[in-house]
């Protein structure tokens, strides 16, 4: 969403939708038609192993996308259909996959709304009809034919959001809670800055050498790039306690200072990421809100 300089985001473009991509031995990808200022260049679905293989995050509600797919996997058995997490861009199309292929979806939770959010804003984004047979948690390993996928849970950018590790490739299939073209967005209610700051600490503490993200290309020597967001993060925090110091009370003076030249498309997400920042310092007790909460229309000091 912004462009820090000391992160080395790459904004090569994924290659066009539809056409699949061999990244490694085990690893294929089939990108989706949904190009835009918060997909990049469309979602990135993955398949994994071979002959009996394994799906990642089958996209958008889109049937193109899925013939796309199931082309891709003409003469292989789908025995998996793995979720990262329930925003649209995402899961919608595991249950048009899970019809063509009859196999079941697992990995993330249901969507739990928050209808009593404290920015008074509904989730919009997150897909409401997403049930999957098996939900997985922490350690949890999908074994498939001579590979395996181990749920990693990195909440942060959505509440219910896995990322899958590649024992077999040292790999990480990182969702959109690490990706190498942007930062992330950290939404509340369901994104919740704390989350993501620990879940980047767990990747830290990890030893994968490439992440295959759900938005844009892998990314190699992830451990520097993961250190490098969380610098962000804590620089971004340092901003907006200046910019409160120096008289700001409300989101819209805080956004305008500390984003410079901001895509207008991106301004309500930009104003939402702020607001995710605000609710952590709330937290740790270093800013105050007139509301008690964090609220996007809050008046906050020191
Ligand atoms: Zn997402």
Redesign the pocket.
Known sequence: MSTPDEIPFDRSPAGPAGEVTTLSPLVRRVIAPNRGPFTFTGTCSYIVGHGRVAVIDPGPDDEAHVAALVAALAGETVEAILVT?T?R??SPAARLLREATGAPIIGCATHIPNLDPPSGRLDA?HDLDHRPSLVMREGDVFTGDGFTLEAIETPG??SN?LAFALAQENGLFS??HVMAWST??VAPPDGKMSDYMASLDKLRARDDVVYWP?HGGPLSDPQRFVRGLAVHRRQRETSILGRLAAGDTQIPQIVAAIYESLDPRLQGAAALSVLAHLEDMVARGLVNSDRGAATLDAHYTL
Do not use: R
Request: aromatic share 0%; glycine share 16%.
């Open positions: 997490h925003h861009d995402h984004s950018h959505a959001h969702g959109d992330t967005i759900g």
